[in-house]
């Protein structure tokens, strides 16, 4: 924990000096080995001298101290020449994972993302006090470090590490090459995040992560972090919010439709996609179909016909076919309404949250059959609850259904 963090301008990448493919810390590594003087740069594994296994999950008896060998202390360099590795103690027994703790408890969390102003923040405010109002414990994790002036109690913050401002102003970058940069400092970094998620191994995490949305699509930063967190066994969700006037435009509907989709492939995590301030949702013009049609994303071919009316998109149509084509295709995308002031809103969210990342099978809720078929059969039918945000949020047509069909 005492580690020096590697200074701004001079981002190294885990690998170097020394470090592990698997992102491991020097320290880390040279307490478990030593080094082969015949090939310089390279660590032999030490081997027990007692009867034990060097895996973490063993029972058995504590063997006695570790001995640490540290680089270029020529006292234990000359002691490792004197003995074989193999008389060297076991070290890793006795030693627990920084976020295993003595009996390893599995972390449950989400990954808030979206678009720059598609309420993230808001989101991880109303869902963390809605989880403290049920009894969980939450620690909230700003990995946005642009996110100034934040409305809710920060456990961990970016910032810490590594500022926006201090990123452009020491690199004359701009603010999406600076949060980029700072993406992958935090990759190069990840000891630190490591260090400060330890102490709240318990903990409901819930992270706030950027908005900008090439992180989330085709760069590797974010993906990395997250993939590094499921070897910490820390199980994320990915909640994706996207604005929910988007339905208003049939050609922003497809485009949010192809951003969702390329979201869910490159995260590679659980995935909810969410429709974010329904509570606004007609106040830039009102919707074609009714609300399930865009939460659940069904026939896209009559989005074709509405484009096809508007001279400038009549000339696409058959992009446009292509790319309804390439949703349909995989049909994984989906949305859930949520007002984030609507408290049955948030549990309906939450309840397809816990489902996807199994907080509701873990060792923290009571396994009964009636919880579990609860959450296994509850959350996939949204219809009546769809049906019931549109009478709440959406204005009645005066126009009879012939009428309708006549305009389309």
């Given amino acids: 924990m005492g580690r020096a963090r590697t200074p701004l301008g001079a981002k190294l990448c885990r690998h170097r000096e020394g470090g592990t493919s698997s992102g491991t810390a020097i320290s880390d590594v040279v307490r478990k080995s030593v080094l082969d003087r015949s090939i310089p740069g390279r660590f032999l594994p030490l081997h027990c001298s007692a009867s034990c296994s060097s895996s973490l999950g063993d029972s058995g008896p504590l063997p006695p101290a570790p001995r640490e060998v540290h680089v270029g202390n020529p006292v234990a360099l000359s002691s490792s020449q004197a003995r074989p590795p193999a008389e060297f103690t076991c070290c890793t027994r006795g030693r627990v994972s920084p976020m295993a703790g003595a009996a390893p408890i599995t972390a449950f969390g989400q990954a808030v993302i979206g678009p720059p102003g598609s309420g993230k923040t808001t989101y991880c405010l109303g869902m963390s006090e809605f ?12 990995l946005d470090p642009a996110n100034e002036g934040l409305p809710y109690e920060c456990a961990v913050d970016v910032g810490e590490l590594v500022g926006l401002s201090d990123v452009m102003d ?22 630190w995040l490591r260090a400060k998620l330890d102490p709240l191994r318990g903990h409901y995490f819930i992270f706030d992560c950027p908005g900008q949305v090439e992180l989330c699509t ?30 208003t435009d049939p050609a922003k509907f497809i485009s949010v439709l192809c951003t969702s989709l390329a ?47 508007d001279p400038f998109f009549r000339h696409y149509r058959q992009l446009n076919e292509k790319l309804v084509q390439l949703i349909e295709d ?31 099978f873990g060792v923290q809720e009571q396994r009964s059959l009636e919880a579990m078929m609860s959450a296994a059969m509850g959350a996939d039918f949204h219809f009546s609850s769809t049906l019931g945000i549109q009478e709440k949020y959406l204005a009645p047509s005066d126009q009879s259904v012939e009428q309708e069909a006549m305009q389309l």
């Fill in 170 to 191: 020491a690199l004359r970058l701009g603010p999406n090459g600076g949060l980029l940069y700072c993406m992958e400092y935090l990759e190069a970094n990840l000891d």
């Fill in 263 to 309: 979201t869910m492939l490159h995260v590679e995590l659980p995935h909810v996609n969410l429709l974010s301030k329904m509570d606004l949702i007609e106040h830039y013009g009102k919707l074609a179909f009714n609300l399930d049609y865009y939460t659940e994303v069904l026939d896209l071919s009559y989005l074709l016909d509405h484009l096809a009316s």
């Fill in 218 to 247: 085709h760069h590797g930063a974010l993906r990395s972090i997250f993939s590094q967190m499921a070897q910490w066994d820390l199980r994320l969700t990915a909640v994706h919010l996207v604005d929910s006037h988007y339905c």
């Fill in 131 to 142: 989880l403290r109002a049920l009894g969980r414990r939450v620690a909230v994790v700003n």
């Fill in 330 to 360: 995989y049909s994984l995308v989906s949305f859930i309404p949520l007002n984030i002031q609507d408290k049955e809103s948030i549990q309906r969210v939450l309840q397809a949250v816990d489902k996807a990342n199994g907080y509701c």
